[in-house]
């Protein structure tokens, strides 16, 4: 039993991937529950590379919940941390630990106040999902801390109402946010369509080209679009289900140029519907038009799609090869048009795995400026070169789900006090 007169702390760690939607989910029928307009299908990306870290400190001594993100306490009243938290403390279980003594009924937690420390490890609120990852963490690792024996679908739909694309983090590979029809949301959870090991090919490459928080949250764009697009409407109604069957079969069947178009299709008419939106909202940049151009222009020049190009509600684009070979000619496109400055080290302006650099031919700075147009833009389209208008780009592969981090020295609170290290 957990007594006020003890003063122990017991801890997990968890670490939770990000993941990018190729078939996007924009717009709410439920504010409060978070229930989508459409269905959506995303990848989960590596969580080595992309990823929240979360531990979760829980002790009698503890007068109240507090929560630290990269550093800085920030409050834990909101809603949507209330709605988790609030959750799993209602399926929770007893906890034992033999080693440390101690015992937690699951009466208990309803009166326990926790510490939780988070860090992610890529740019937050900049368009890379970092809610998405962080309150899938939040919610993954409360559980385990808390004993909580439910599966990973009823885990998705609690993480959801944190952040929607929170669902979609609870699994590795691919994987769909059904919509669901009930109106408590009991049926709008997230289901795993394919491992990651189904098409491990695929090469992820990001360009960062922006890490400044996004000046229109993707809560307030979606409002503003659900109130006031004629064409969010059409596309959630008319358009997304057939998308939803169409990457569904390309993914099971490892199609690449099915899964390549219909990638860039839904990622621009997500863009359409934030233009068609009173006001307008703005995600892209001029950098992130010339990314597009650059590869509509391979892609045409080729026939067939050699690489998918998607963006979430930011300028940053995530670019999805179906080889290695192909993201090495991707790469050597991008850093031809969009070089590092002068000043800057080769290995830190391209991170991640750094290994596509070297199948590239890319071991040095003078290797980028001796890199030659690419062979498409050399009539029509006049090769620009642009340095520092990407800040870095991130290598990275298709990622596996939640895990728990068993190193203690990993965790991000102090053992002893349950306060940041």
Not at 45 to 58: G, N, Q
Not at 153 to 173: E, H, P, V
Not at 279 to 287: H, K, Q, R, S
């Amino acid at each position: 039993m957990a007594s006020g007169t003890e003063s122990w702390i017991l801890m997990a760690t968890g670490r939770t991937p990000t993941n990018i939607a190729v078939i996007k989910y924009w717009g709410k029928r439920d504010e409060a529950l978070i229930l989508p307009v459409n269905d959506s299908i995303s990848v989960t990306l590596d969580p080595d590379h992309l990823s929240a870290t979360t531990t979760v400190a829980v002790s009698p001594t503890f007068d109240r919940d507090r929560m630290w993100l990269n550093g800085e306490e920030i409050p834990l009243s909101g809603d949507r941390f209330q709605s988790c938290l609030r959750e799993i403390r209602k399926l929770a279980d007893d906890v034992v630990d033999e080693k440390k003594g101690i015992r937690i009924r699951k009466d208990d937690w309803q009166k326990l106040h926790v510490h939780i420390s988070s860090y992610n490890n890529f740019p937050t609120a900049a368009g890379l999902a970092s809610s998405a990852a962080g309150l899938a963490c939040f919610v993954f690792t409360l559980a385990k801390l808390m004993n909580v024996k439910e599966d990973y679908g009823k885990l998705s739909s609690i993480a959801r109402q944190g952040s929607g694309s929170a669902c979609r983090s609870m699994y590795g590979g691919f994987v769909k946010w059904t919509m669901g029809r009930d109106a408590w949301g009991s049926d709008s959870i997230a289901v795993q369509l394919a491992s990651e090991s189904h098409w491990n090919d695929l090469v992820i490459i990001i360009a960062v080209v922006s890490s400044k928080q996004k000046e229109t949250s993707s809560t307030t764009g979606m409002r503003d679009s659900v109130e006031t697009s004629p064409l969010l409407q059409h596309r959630a109604q008319t358009v997304v289900p057939g998308r939803i069957l169409q990457m569904e079969e390309a993914i099971r069947s490892r199609d690449f140029a099915s899964f390549a178009r219909l990638t860039c299709a839904d990622s621009n008419q997500f863009h359409a519907v934030c233009l068609d939106t009173s006001p307008p909202i703005f995600y892209m940049n001029d950098t992130s038009h010339r990314i597009i151009s650059l590869v509509e222009r391979w892609n045409r020049s080729d026939g067939t799609p050699q690489v998918a190009y998607t963006f979430d509600a930011g300028p940053n684009a995530v670019l999805i090869a179906p080889n290695r070979k192909s993201a090495g000619l991707l790469l050597q496109r991008l850093l031809f048009c969009f070089p590092p400055p002068a000043d800057d080290e080769l290995t830190s302006y391209v991170i991640g795995d750094k290994s596509i650099l070297h199948e590239a031919g890319l071991q040095s700075m003078k290797d980028v400026e001796a890199l030659p147009p690419p062979p498409e833009s050399k009539v029509k389209y006049p090769s620009q070169k642009t340095p520092g208008e990407v800040s870095y780009f991130i290598c990275t592969r298709l990622g596996s789900g939640p895990r728990v981090l068993a190193d203690e020295s990993l965790a991000l609170l102090s053992p002893t006090t349950g306060l940041p290290k």
